[in-house]
């Protein structure tokens, strides 16, 4: 499975999509923005690994600072793809009861974007493009539309786009942590450590 785990996440991925497009009608827009966002999961995950790829590899050298086997970076979709499904098909069942998971989806997209961006900076790359760049961005773009749509229709109330990004760190933090304990050895501290070096040229 981890040898194959983003071909895995794929066939689930899509397989769920379809049978979203075959046998059920009448889905509200947030369950349309997380179908969609379900979507360009996939084609990020294949940019930022396969078709460039290479995302892993530059976290690997200037993050992490430390070589992992291939195993190991092949088995960290897994733990992705276990991430991303949470955020997606949660909204999807329950973002319109609960906008605030709907919200939580819109940051994760939002962040995608970002952090590609900070990438070039950080990867100290010589062209502006990290692998899943073009795809991160149209997350990003999807993510702030999402939450203009919700102000708009009034869709959430405060606490959901206060406590929105929260739901998102959450699930981040929690695939985060079982990330590192896939490398091993590995803490917050070296890892922040690393980046701020990265980013300061030191």
Known sequence: ???YALEIYTVIAMLLITLVAMFMDGLTVIQQFAVWVSFLCILHEWEEGRFPGGFLDLIQANVLQRDLDLETKLGSRLI??????????????F?????MFAVAMAVFCIFEGIIHIVGIKLFRLNKPYTPGLVTAEIELVSG?????????????AWYDYTFGPFVFLFCFVCMQRSL??????????DVLGNVRNRLFGK
């Open 180 to 189: 590192m304990a896939t490398v091993g050895g590995l803490s917050y501290k």
């Open 80 to 93: 992705t793809a276990v991430f991303i499904f949470t955020i997606t098909i949660v909204p999807f069942f």
């Open 1 to 3: 499975m981890k040898h």
């Open 144 to 156: 702030v539309c999402l939450i203009v749509y919700l102000a708009v229709n009034h869709l959430g």
């Open 95 to 99: 973002g319109d009861r609960i906008p």
